[in-house]
């Protein structure tokens, strides 16, 4: 079955340090793909997404390229602010469920810290 | 914005007894709601789909008696959990969508915590 695999976290960055979140997807198709940021106490929320290969998403100073010959959607910044502390899930959708709507299935999710 | 309301944020209730969970979206009509259930560590886990006036759609492996599934009106969906258990204890999310077909944004609530004592 489909599945996202993303970098294990918790990860702890200095203000203004450059970000990686490695994320690598499994599916058959073509699929959509993700990136949902988590504040404390708040729900998931659209960060950026990509629908075709080549895709750049790009929001707030994030930026993930849809890589299909590698498989992966990769989470980039480069100077992260403490405001950005955040858990960071990717995710793919894929198909038409018929139940009007797409499924999306998640990674684990990764913590982001930034200290000043 | 879109917004999804989840109620409550936490719960703790006694082994035996059920939790209802709300989920409502403020300022549009959901067609669709998902429920999905994160365990400490790992990712959310797609529970089922629920359509405005219809029976919800179970993902394999989800109890549909134990989590009662109830989309009434296109901005309310609840989540009953049934003799809860102390493995029910997990975090549930709601996420809500507009429209049908293409790839509309997903709204997700705030989550509840439940933990059965």
């Known amino acids: 079955g489909d599945s996202v695999t993303q970098m294990e976290g918790p990860v702890t960055l200095s203000e203004e340090a450059f970000l990686t979140i490695n994320c690598t997807y499994t599916a058959t198709g073509y699929p959509s793909l993700f990136w949902y940021v988590q504040y404390p106490g708040e729900g998931l929320q659209l960060l950026l997404k990509a629908t075709k290969a080549d895709d750049k998403g790009s929001n707030k100073g994030f930026e993930a390229t849809y890589r299909k010959e590698t498989t992966s959607f990769h989470l980039e910044k480069g100077s992260v602010q403490v405001s950005d502390s955040a858990v960071y899930f990717c995710a793919l959708a894929k198909g038409y469920s018929g139940a009007g709507s797409y499924q999306l299935t998640f990674g684990k999710g990764t913590k982001l810290s930034v200290i000043p | ?117």
């Not at chain 2, 409502?24 to 009509?29: E, G």
């Not at chain 2, 405005?52 to 109830?70: H, R």
Request: glycine share 8%; aromatic share 10%.
């Open chain 2, 1 to 117: 914005g879109a917004v999804v309301s989840q109620h409550p944020s936490r719960v703790i209730c006694k082994s035996g007894t059920s939790v209802k969970i709300e989920c409502r979206s403020l300022d549009f009509q959901a067609t669709t709601m998902f429920w999905y259930r994160q365990f400490p560590k790992q990712s959310l886990m797609l529970m089922a789909t629920s359509n405005e006036g219809s029976k919800a759609t179970y993902e394999q492996g989800v109890e549909k008696d134990k989590f009662l599934i109830n989309h009434a009106s296109l901005t309310l969906s609840t989540l009953t959990v049934t003799s809860a258990h102390p493995e029910d204890s997990s975090f549930y999310i709601c996420s809500a969508r507009a429209g049908t077909g293409g790839l509309y944004g997903y709204t997700f609530g705030s989550g509840t915590r439940l933990t059965v004592v």
